[in-house]
């Protein structure tokens, strides 16, 4: 059994930062990707930033120059520092991966969601 759990949201206002983390636990034998998405209200879920094990990331345009995403394979953990934060930044961030455990193939698993709320 494995599970993504996602800390770090919060209520921050404009212009203010954030990190947000992804703990990855359980049968873990190897992570490849780790990403986070958001979803605001009435909006599908949107790619944020995606960080390979080797250290490679991309992002999208939107958060470019303000969002940083950084791994620690030894903990198995992600993180998204976000800093000058906007109003539109508001929504619910996702931490996704895909993880092989012991005697399976690869996985996709969602962590549950972190409320990333940015007052005007």
């Known amino acids: 059994q494995v599970q993504l759990v996602e800390s770090g949201g919060g209520l921050v206002q404009f212009g203010g930062s954030l990190r947000l983390s992804c703990v990855a636990s359980?049968?873990?034998?190897?992570?490849?990707?780790m990403t986070w998405y958001r979803q605001a209200p009435g909006k599908p879920r949107e790619l944020v930033a995606r960080?390979?094990?080797?250290?490679?990331?991309n992002y999208a345009d939107s958060v470019k120059g303000r969002f940083t995403i950084s791994r620690d394979n030894p903990k198995n953990t992600a993180y998204l520092q976000m800093n000058s934060l906007k109003p539109q930044d508001t929504a619910v961030y996702y931490c996704?991966?895909?993880?092989?455990?012991?005697?399976?193939?690869?996985?996709?698993?969602w962590g549950q969601g972190a409320q990333v709320t940015v007052s005007s």
């Open positions: 996704n991966a895909n993880i092989r455990s012991q005697g399976s193939l690869w996985v996709n698993y």
């Open positions: 359980g049968n873990i034998v190897a992570i490849n990707d």
């Open positions: 960080i390979m094990h080797d250290g490679s990331a």
